[in-house]
């Protein structure tokens, strides 16, 4: 599939992308040491701005498994991939053009239409197919897209929903949802390309995957530190007649929201004190 894809013998469309996206990358990622997927999920973070310590063990793959009315839950789940180990559970909810299916919860009809609440739901489920108490399994779902700005809005809008319903818990729905990036994965692969006690095959794997991701025109966005601090900042002082410094986002992580409008950044005087400009 990769390989016909990135060389132009197969189109994907648009509605079958993401699962072609999902199918191709985890799928390839079963071949490479756990490492790989270990540091992917550790570039997970919640609304908290909390992050996941993920464990290197063998895990287990299970593609869009399929839950007729799941325990706790009246309705069908399945989500795209859970990747498991030991207790560890990470129920992965895979997007690239497309937001999260439903919204919100219809009292009327007594139902979750919330995609992400109701795979959150399997809690309970997965913890007796693992034969785990529910008390001790770690349990994490993760909302894996290509903005990082809208998966944090559509986790927020999740919680909202999740706060309706009486068997889930508000707090432990909003520290153990996570949202993670496709093009987080790019640089992993490039480093771990790059190592030199790599086997061949590995690497070749690694750089099937990296190729079809920059297919898809999925880039990685490292920062803007060294550019703005010599180029950059320089040339917008220029234009807007005015004197800033320069800080990350929210003053957290390089967490760069995007829209329609480009991508935000944040020049301040102060940390207390800024103005936003949109870069298309």
Same mark, same amino acid.
Request: net charge negative.
């Given at each position: 599939?990769?390989?016909?894809?990135?060389?132009?013998?197969?189109?994907?469309?648009?509605?079958?992308?993401?699962?072609?996206?999902?199918?191709?990358?985890?799928?390839? /990622? !079963?071949?490479?040491?756990?490492?790989?997927?270990?540091?992917?999920?550790?570039?997970?973070?919640?609304?908290?701005?909390?992050?996941?310590?993920?464990?290197? /063990?063998?895990?287990?793959? !299970?593609?869009?498994?399929?839950? %007729?009315?799941?325990?706790?839950?009246?309705?069908?789940?399945?989500?795209?991939?859970?990747?498991?180990?030991?207790?560890?559970?990470?129920?992965?909810?895979?997007?690239?053009?497309?937001?999260?299916?439903? *919204?919100?919860?219809?009292?009327?009809?007594?139902?979750?239409?919330?995609?992400?609440?109701?795979?959150?739901?399997?809690?309970?489920?997965? *913890?007796?197919?693992?034969?785990?108490?529910?008390?001790?399994?770690?349990?994490?779902?993760?909302?894996?897209?290509?903005?990082?700005?809208?998966?944090?809005?559509?986790?927020?809008?999740?919680? *909202?929903?999740?706060?309706?319903?009486?068997?889930?818990?508000?707090?432990?729905?909003?520290?153990?949802?996570? !949202?993670?990036?496709? *093009?987080?994965?790019?640089? +992993?692969?490039?480093?771990?390309?790059?190592?030199?006690?790599?086997?061949?095959?590995?690497?070749? +794997?690694?750089?099937?995957?990296?190729?079809?991701?920059?297919?898809?025109?999925?880039? %990685?966005?490292?920062?803007?530190?060294?550019?703005?601090?010599?180029?950059?900042?320089?040339?917008?002082?220029?234009?807007?007649?005015?004197?800033?410094?320069?800080?990350?986002?929210?003053?957290? !992580?390089?967490?760069?929201?995007?829209?329609?409008?480009?991508?935000? +950044?944040?020049?301040?005087?102060?940390?207390?004190?800024?103005?936003?400009?949109?870069?298309?």
């Amino acid at each position: 599939m990769i390989i016909a894809v990135t060389n132009g013998k197969m189109t994907v469309r648009c509605s079958s992308r993401e699962d072609s996206l999902t199918a191709s990358v985890f799928g390839m /990622l !079963r071949y490479l040491p756990s490492s790989i997927i270990s540091d992917f999920l550790a570039t997970a973070i919640n609304n908290l701005d909390q992050t996941l310590e993920i464990p290197e /063990l063998d895990f287990e793959f !299970r593609f869009w498994p399929y839950f %007729h009315r799941p325990i706790g839950c009246d309705f069908d789940v399945e989500p795209d991939v859970i990747v498991s180990t030991n207790g560890h559970i990470y129920v992965i909810e895979a997007k690239l053009s497309s937001g999260k299916s439903g *919204s919100g919860y219809d009292k009327e009809n007594n139902g979750i239409k919330d995609q992400l609440v109701r795979e959150y739901l399997l809690k309970q489920e997965l *913890s007796s197919v693992c034969q785990v108490d529910i008390e001790d399994i770690d349990f994490n779902l993760i909302y894996l897209t290509n903005d990082y700005f809208q998966s944090k809005e559509d986790l927020t809008e999740s919680k *909202s929903a999740a706060d309706i319903i009486p068997s889930i818990d508000t707090a432990d729905f909003e520290r153990n949802s996570f !949202r993670m990036n496709w *093009s987080d994965l790019i640089p +992993i692969l490039k480093d771990f390309i790059q190592e030199n006690d790599v086997d061949d095959k590995c690497k070749l +794997i690694a750089s099937d995957i990296n190729r079809y991701l920059n297919y898809l025109g999925i880039a %990685h966005f490292g920062g803007f530190a060294d550019v703005v601090s010599d180029d950059f900042l320089p040339l917008i002082n220029m234009a807007m007649d005015k004197d800033f410094m320069f800080f990350p986002y929210e003053n957290k !992580r390089w967490d760069w929201p995007r829209s329609e409008y480009g991508l935000l +950044i944040q020049f301040q005087r102060t940390k207390e004190e800024g103005e936003t400009l949109w870069l298309k």
